[in-house]
């Protein structure tokens, strides 16, 4: 008999649906995968194991014997706060995929502002015609902020690209032609120096509104921000009070404090903000169901398990 792996998810039908599919084929030969709702007191007891995607975390600790939790989502900073320090064990999705899609959105949208794409989007509604002075992207100094995986990936795409990359983490870290900085005043420096600011870092006590209005000041006049990591990371009205006085030229924001934004979010009405439906990098199911598949087989064959969140970091 196959154990039985539950799957946990405050995810939008869509998604559910897809992870309804996906995984229990990933798994087939593995475990039997059933959403929490349908399982018996029974099941929930006897799980060791669960895949949760956006989950409640009151569900997670309803089973007492959960020895990890498989994330489908690389953010997990709910399930590092709400769960006991001593509950099961949280496992991030690292899917190299994931890296690359993020990687093609930093670039995507960091030559949207670079070729000023929204500058010409309001001389189009203002019926203007009126060509602008091009930078070399050799010219345009980025920096990224946030050095794990995804910030690695981004870093290195936007350098084979031409532009001057610089990046900034909480501890030191090296990158191979990439200027790196470390620590609050390393932050200073590279707000400096860069044109533009790429947020890949994850939510933690630490990085809770780390960009605040202090942190606007020491940005070059006219710099943008492109916000990829979580909403939390900036203090929203310091941003829109960096925005309107021109110390910031622009923001792209796919995160925000609260998600679906809400209607009456004043951040929706501002022209010098581009508002994304968290889509920077979508968990690709058929990679990320594999992903999973291949860390529950090697669980239950070894007792082997994967890299897990270190609770005092948060990531």
Not at 137 to 157: D, E, N, V
Not at 169 to 197: F, H, M, N, P, W
Not at 224 to 239: C, D, K, Q, S, Y
Not at 243 to 268: I, K
Request: net charge negative.
């Amino acid at each position: 008999m196959k154990p039985i792996v539950p799957f946990v998810s405050e995810a939008n039908e869509d998604e559910r649906k897809a992870w309804s599919t996906a995984l229990p084929t990933a798994l087939k030969d593995i475990a039997e995968v059933k959403a929490f709702d349908t399982l018996s007191e029974q099941e929930r007891s006897r799980a060791t194991v669960a895949i949760v995607a956006n989950p409640d975390p009151a569900k997670v600790a309803a089973m007492p014997n959960l020895v990890w939790v498989q994330s489908l989502w690389a953010g997990v900073e709910r399930l590092t706060a709400e769960l006991p320090q001593d509950g099961p064990l949280i496992v991030r999705l690292t899917d190299p995929q994931m890296a690359e899609t993020m990687s093609e959105a930093v670039l995507a949208w960091s030559l949207y502002l670079h070729r000023d794409m929204p500058k010409y989007m309001t001389q189009q509604r203002q019926r203007v015609w009126l060509g602008h002075e091009l930078l070399l992207p050799a010219h345009r100094t980025i920096a990224i902020l946030g050095l794990g995986k995804l910030g690695i990936a981004s870093a290195r795409r936007l350098k084979s690209n031409g532009f001057n990359v610089i990046s900034w983490s909480r501890s030191e870290k090296s990158l191979d032609d990439i200027r790196t900085y470390c620590g609050q005043d390393g932050l200073e420096a590279v707000l400096k120096q860069a044109d533009s600011l790429v947020l890949l870092m994850p939510l933690t006590d630490e990085t809770r509104g780390l960009l605040d209005s202090t942190a606007f000041e020491h940005c070059k006049p006219g710099a943008t921000v492109i916000n990829f990591a979580r909403g939390p990371i900036i203090e929203t009205p310091a941003l829109i009070a960096a925005l309107d006085r021109g110390q910031l030229s622009h923001a792209v924001l796919d995160v925000f404090d609260s998600e679906p934004l809400p209607p009456e979010s004043p951040l929706w009405s501002n022209s010098n903000v581009t508002i994304l439906p968290h889509i920077s990098a979508p968990t690709i199911t058929s990679t990320a169901s594999q992903i999973v598949a291949d860390n529950i087989r090697h669980f239950f064959q070894t007792g082997c398990l994967p890299e897990s969140v270190d609770r005092k970091k948060g990531y």
